[in-house]
C-alpha cells in the first residue's frame, strides 16, 4: 500500500514560506508528478513527504497513518536522486544490497532480492562492476535497484534523469514507466521537463511558486489547462498567446492556440502573415509567422511543408481548439 495525503501542509525556511498550504491525494499505486519551473518548491514538497524536511504547518499521512512528525527511514519511502549517490569502492551487488545489510536481513533474503531486482533492471551481467564502470543509465538503475530492494510503500524520485543525455533520458523513461507497470508501486517523481510529466504521469501536479496551480491526467491538463501557467507550460512547443483586438474578436481578453491547431493555407485564412524560421524536424515542420497586430505565431505543419522564409501564408485557429482566459489569466 502507499496511499500518501497532504492536507495544509506548508513550509517555510525562517521568514520565507516556500509552500503556503498544500492539499493533495496521491492514491496506491499511482505515477504521480511534481512538475513546474526551477525553484517552485518541488524538492521541498518531496522531501516533506520523505520527512527530510519537518512541516511548517499541516499533516501527512500514509496509508491512513499521520507521519507528519515520523523519522525518514519509518515512513517505509525510498527516494532516489539525480546524483545516484551509490559507493564508488562497493561492486553493484554490494550497493543494492546495502539497505539489507543495515536492516540485518539473512544472506539468502539479501541474494534473493538483490538478484530480483537485478532482473527487474536488467543488471545481472553487471553485479560484479563498480559504480565507475558503469554508464549514467546503469549508475541510475543500480540506485533504483537499492530502493526496490527495500520494498517500499511508495517511490519517490527527484529529477533522477537530470544528468543524463537526450537520448539516454528517452530510454529511462521508458524503463521507469515499465518498472511501474511492474511493480504497480506508488511513485512521485519530482521534474522540471514537461515532457517527463506528459509521457509518464497518471496524474500530473503543476506547481507554481508553492502552489498547486491544476491536478489532473496528462491529456486533461492538455485539453483544458485552468489557467495561462498552466496553458503555457504543459505541451511542446508551448501554445501561442494573443491578446487585443484579435483576442477579442474570439471573446476573450487572451486567446491560446496551440501550434498544432492552426490551419495553414497559401491562399486564405483569418491571419496573414511572413514566414519567419522554419524549423524543420523530419516528421513536422515549425513555421514561426510574423502576423501585424496578432504576433508571431508558431504553427506545425507537415514535414513536406514547402513554405520558406519570407513567404506569405494564411492561418485560422481551429476554433474548437481555441482556448479563451479572462483578465485574471483564468480559463473561461
Ligand atoms: N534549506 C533551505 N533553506 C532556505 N531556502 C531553501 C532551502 N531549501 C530550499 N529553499 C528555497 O526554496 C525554494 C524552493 O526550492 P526547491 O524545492 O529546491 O525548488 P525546485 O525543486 O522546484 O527547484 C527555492 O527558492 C529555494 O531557494
Ligand atoms: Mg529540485
Given at each position: 500500500?502507499?496511499?500518501?495525503?497532504?492536507?495544509?501542509?506548508?513550509?517555510?525556511?525562517?521568514?520565507?514560506?516556500?509552500?503556503?498550504?498544500?492539499?493533495?491525494?496521491?492514491?496506491?499505486?499511482?505515477?504521480?508528478?511534481?512538475?513546474?519551473?526551477?525553484?517552485?518548491?518541488?524538492?521541498?514538497?518531496?522531501?516533506?513527504?520523505?520527512?527530510?524536511?519537518?512541516?511548517?504547518?499541516?499533516?501527512?499521512?500514509?496509508?491512513?497513518?499521520?507521519?507528519?512528525a515520523e523519522a525518514p527511514?519509518?515512513?517505509?519511502?525510498?527516494?532516489?536522486?539525480?546524483?545516484?549517490?551509490?559507493?564508488?569502492?562497493?561492486?553493484?551487488?554490494?550497493?543494492?544490497?546495502?539497505?539489507?545489510?543495515?536492516?540485518?536481513?539473512?544472506?539468502?533474503?539479501?541474494?534473493?532480492?538483490?538478484?530480483?531486482?537485478?532482473?527487474?533492471?536488467?543488471?545481472?551481467?553487471?553485479?560484479e562492476r563498480r559504480p565507475?564502470?558503469?554508464?549514467?543509465?546503469?549508475?541510475?538503475?543500480?540506485?533504483?535497484?537499492?530502493?526496490?530492494?527495500?520494498?517500499?510503500?511508495?517511490?519517490?524520485?527527484?529529477?533522477?534523469?537530470?544528468?543524463?543525455?537526450?537520448?539516454?533520458?528517452?530510454?529511462?523513461?521508458?524503463?521507469?514507466?515499465?518498472?511501474?507497470?511492474?511493480?504497480?508501486?506508488?511513485?512521485?517523481?519530482?521534474?522540471?521537463?514537461?515532457v517527463e510529466a506528459m509521457?509518464?504521469?497518471?496524474?500530473?501536479?503543476?506547481?507554481?511558486?508553492?502552489?498547486?496551480?491544476?491536478?489532473?491526467?496528462?491529456?486533461?491538463?492538455?485539453?483544458?489547462?485552468?489557467?495561462?501557467?498552466?496553458?503555457?507550460?504543459?505541451?511542446?512547443?508551448?501554445?501561442?498567446?494573443?491578446?487585443?483586438?484579435?483576442?477579442?474578436?474570439?471573446?476573450?481578453?487572451?486567446?491560446?492556440?496551440?501550434?498544432?491547431?492552426?490551419?495553414?493555407?497559401?491562399?486564405?485564412?483569418?491571419?496573414?502573415?511572413?514566414?519567419?524560421?522554419?524549423?524543420?524536424?523530419?516528421?513536422?515542420?515549425?513555421?514561426?509567422?510574423?502576423?501585424?497586430?496578432?504576433?508571431?505565431?508558431?504553427?506545425?505543419?507537415?514535414?513536406?511543408?514547402?513554405?520558406?522564409?519570407?513567404?506569405?501564408?494564411?492561418?485560422?485557429?481551429?476554433?474548437?481548439?481555441?482556448?479563451?482566459?479572462?483578465?485574471?489569466?483564468?480559463?473561461?
Amino acid at each position: 500500500m502507499g496511499n500518501i495525503v497532504l492536507k495544509n501542509v506548508s513550509k517555510s525556511f525562517g521568514a520565507t514560506t516556500i509552500i503556503p498550504d498544500i492539499d493533495l491525494d496521491i492514491a496506491d499505486g499511482e505515477f504521480v508528478v511534481f512538475v513546474g519551473p526551477s525553484g517552485c518548491g518541488k524538492s521541498t514538497l518531496l522531501r516533506l513527504i520523505a520527512g527530510l524536511e519537518d512541516t511548517s504547518a499541516g499533516t501527512i499521512s500514509i496509508d491512513g497513518r499521520d507521519v507528519t512528525a515520523e523519522a525518514p527511514a519509518r515512513r517505509g519511502l525510498a527516494m532516489v536522486f539525480q546524483s545516484y549517490a551509490l559507493y564508488p569502492h562497493m561492486s553493484v551487488y554490494n550497493n543494492i544490497a546495502f539497505p539489507l545489510k543495515m536492516a540485518g536481513e539473512s544472506r539468502e533474503a539479501i541474494d534473493r532480492k538483490v538478484k530480483d531486482a537485478a532482473r527487474v533492471l536488467n543488471l545481472g551481467a553487471y553485479l560484479e562492476r563498480r559504480p565507475g564502470q558503469l554508464s549514467g543509465g546503469q549508475r541510475q538503475r543500480v540506485a533504483i535497484g537499492r530502493a526496490i530492494v527495500r520494498q517500499p510503500k511508495a517511490f519517490l524520485f527527484d529529477e533522477p534523469l537530470s544528468n543524463l543525455d537526450a537520448a539516454l533520458r528517452g530510454t529511462m523513461r521508458l524503463e521507469i514507466s515499465e518498472l511501474h507497470h511492474q511493480l504497480k508501486t506508488t511513485m512521485v517523481y519530482v521534474t522540471h521537463d514537461q515532457v517527463e510529466a506528459m509521457t509518464m504521469a497518471d496524474k500530473i501536479v503543476v506547481l507554481n511558486a508553492g502552489n498547486i496551480e491544476q491536478v489532473g491526467s496528462p491529456l486533461d491538463l492538455y485539453r483544458k489547462p485552468r489557467n495561462l501557467f498552466v496553458a503555457g507550460f504543459i505541451g511542446s512547443p508551448r501554445m501561442n498567446f494573443i491578446e487585443g483586438a484579435p483576442a477579442a474578436r474570439h471573446g476573450a481578453p487572451t486567446v491560446g492556440i496551440r501550434p498544432e491547431h492552426i490551419l495553414v493555407s497559401r491562399t486564405q485564412g483569418e491571419w496573414q502573415g511572413r514566414v519567419g524560421v522554419t524549423e524543420h524536424l523530419g516528421a513536422d515542420t515549425f513555421l514561426h509567422v510574423h502576423v501585424d497586430g496578432v504576433g508571431t505565431i508558431n504553427v506545425r505543419a507537415g514535414g513536406d511543408v514547402e513554405f520558406g522564409h519570407g513567404d506569405t501564408i494564411h492561418l485560422t485557429p481551429d476554433p474548437a481548439k481555441l482556448h479563451r482566459f479572462d483578465g485574471e489569466g483564468n480559463a473561461l
